[in-house]
């Protein structure tokens, strides 16, 4: 079902477009934008949170300390504090793993989120390909990994093809002598946080005291403890609209989370962005980001509904989506995309993507009467009607 591997030579300043994001979609516009192009929860972050970033400015002259935040994240996933790295953003941590995870041959499973790829290249590794199709839903075949492959990234449910791998087939890339880096920035954003493999990675050292209970569980593909060192990581960006604070973090063993933390620059994550993490992880939250993911579902419904009816105008979604954006094609996406542009709505081109190309688009999951507006729009286009 994939391709075979193919070979990105490390070359300076050629990547192709890896650095760009959806962020650029609406930054350059100049006017105004209905903001389809990033994948950050709409009306976030909650007053709530607000409240406890703004009430961790009184400490702003204290160095951070980031003990508690790191005890609450632990015990949210039910590990031990060694098993648990706060970063400045998930994207901090593919810098990590790539400066400081010795690779012989490091592959990154495309289509998915640019930055692992980039930061890879950046630290100087050859970086190889397996490329997913559309034909086959761009779900992922083991076999196709090569066997000899020591570092392995996956995004789970994956950035923009919005396909949910089963933890089943991820855990079966876990083998002694590699890395398996699972990103998992927007699984907070699947009800139940199905198809994690945090579950799976134990604990690995004396509980910690902590207030917050852990997240009910994940199922498990296996109680066997997964071979190797797996990774995976999280970000807090995407539900709670923290982009501007940057907080994500690490989930591993001891001695992986160990070596990545050597490095970090001291105190490497801000005092509010801690308090972010720890607020994000107590029990009254984890019910609203649940909430949040369920009614996520029922707006993608409605906007995957509305997108079918343009079928017959040589629109499709492809995949299935599980994440709170879909990805389209079209064989005019580029003019699709502009035309979308003048009409108020940003939308992220898809041809920056390996995999990918020209006729692909991604587009944020909002509620139904901001879908209804862009299928409006997308008609007026289709129909020629500028």
């Not at 970033?53 to 949210?76: E, F, M, N, Q």
């Not at 604990?203 to 296996?222: G, H, I, L, W």
């Not at 308090?275 to 995957?304: K, M, N, T």
Request: proline share 10%; hydrophobic share 45%; charged share 25%.
């Amino acid at each position: 079902m994939c391709t075979p591997t193919e070979s990105v030579p490390s070359q300076d300043g050629a990547d192709d477009g890896l650095r760009h994001h959806g962020d650029a979609e609406v930054r350059d516009a100049g006017r105004e934008l209905t903001d389809l192009a990033v994948n950050v929860r709409a009306g976030t972050p909650p007053p709530w949170l607000r409240s406890r970033i703004a009430a961790s400015l009184d400490a702003l002259a204290a160095y951070p300390d980031g003990r508690t935040a790191r005890r609450a994240v632990a015990a949210r996933h039910g590990l031990s504090e060694e098993q648990v790295l706060l970063t400045a953003g998930a994207a901090e941590a593919f810098v990590l793993l790539a400066r400081a995870t010795p690779a012989h041959r490091p592959v990154v499973v495309h289509p998915q989120f640019t930055e692992p790829e980039a930061a890879l290249l950046d630290a100087g590794h050859k970086v190889d390909r397996v490329l997913l199709r559309a034909e086959e839903g761009f779900r992922l075949d083991a076999s196709a990994v090569p066997a000899d492959a020591d570092l392995v990234v996956v995004g789970n449910p994956t950035n923009p093809t919005s396909v949910l791998h089963p933890a089943g087939t991820l855990a079966s890339l876990a083998r002694e002598g590699r890395t398996l880096v699972v990103d998992e920035a927007f699984i907070d954003a699947v009800p139940g946080e199905q198809q994690s493999l945090a579950p799976l990675l134990g604990r690995e050292a004396a509980p910690s005291s902590t207030p917050y209970p852990p997240a009910p569980p994940s199922p498990r593909p296996s109680q066997a403890p997964l071979p190797g060192r797996v990774v995976v990581l999280r970000s807090l960006t995407k539900t709670w609209g923290l982009a501007g604070l940057r907080i994500g973090y690490v989930l591993s063993d001891p001695a992986t989370v160990a070596r990545l933390a050597r490095h970090q620059p001291l105190w490497p994550v801000s005092a509010p962005a801690l308090a972010a993490a720890e607020a994000c992880c107590e029990p009254h939250a984890l019910a609203e980001a649940e909430e949040a993911a369920r009614r996520l579902v029922h707006d993608r419904s409605h906007l995957l509904a509305r997108l079918g009816e343009f079928a017959p105008a040589g629109l499709s979604v492809e995949g299935d989506p599980r994440a709170p954006f879909v990805l389209v094609r079209h064989p005019r996406a580029a003019a699709l995309r502009e035309g979308l542009r003048s009409l108020g709505f940003a939308v992220r081109r898809g041809d920056t993507f390996p995999g990918l190309g020209a006729p692909w688009l991604r587009i944020a999951v909002r509620d139904e009467e901001c879908s209804d507006r862009l299928t409006a729009a997308l008609g007026r286009l289709l129909a020629g009607d500028r």
